[in-house]
């Protein structure tokens, strides 16, 4: 591919990137403390918070040798000490219930020192962020916190999971809008300013746009190189896979970046979902 041929590959692969796109996201919410402050008080219906941390892709280490890490999409702390982790979903099977259940663990082990109480310990919220209704159940936000089953009277241990329905359309409810800026192509498009400003910057100027080539080019090039001793044709077909289970891009943009058709890269991902019902 001749380089002006792969640079407006590039441009059309950022200009086609919405906020479900894991590169795109993590640029414009990283340090952007008004932007995921902005985020939180919609989907938490508040109008008071104060989000003093703001980072994406902070990773938790295991303590264990063989124990399995995990990579948050967007960190933040709030004044009182409350912590959040908000996972953006590409994909349904990434927002399993048990994955929830294992980032809340995870965060909650982290927030104690030795000598501290666990009465010490702050509210924690796992906020999963997909493209479709996964609980399906046509509602905005679905909130799970544990209950006592025979009363029905709520544990008040601080843990709060939350899942937010991308599918949902209403725009006139702050939720609606929230949710329909994250599918914009077009920052001009976005009802939150505090959004389209960053994603404005990181798609249409200069600036921007070659930090989002240069991380877009990084990402599929490691990809690549993973699938190259496969051959060719088959080297593609598991690059394909391996951008499929990282969730990073969507199904069309990984189809564009590696120039194979739409159709090859929906039979991978049902491949796949072949391959993780055998395994159930």
Sequence with gaps: MQNSEKTTRIRKLIADMTLFDDILMSQVFDENIKAVTLLLNVILKRKDMEVITAKTQQEYKSPFQSGRSIRLDIYAKDRDGKVYDIEVQQ????????RARFHSGRIDSKMLMESQKFTDLRDSYVIFFTRKDVMKGNLPLYHFDRVCRENGKLFGDGSHIIYVNGSYKDVSDPVGKRIHDFWCEEPEEMYYQQLSESVRHFKKEKGGQEIMSTLLEQFVQEERREG?????AEGKRESARRMIQKGKLSLFD???YLDITLEEVEE????IKEEEKQKA
């Design 91 to 98: 994909a349904s099977e990434g927002a399993d219930p048990h």
């Design 228 to 232: 190259r001793a496969q051959g060719r």
């Design 254 to 256: 990984i189809a564009e």
């Design 268 to 271: 991978i991902k049902n491949s």
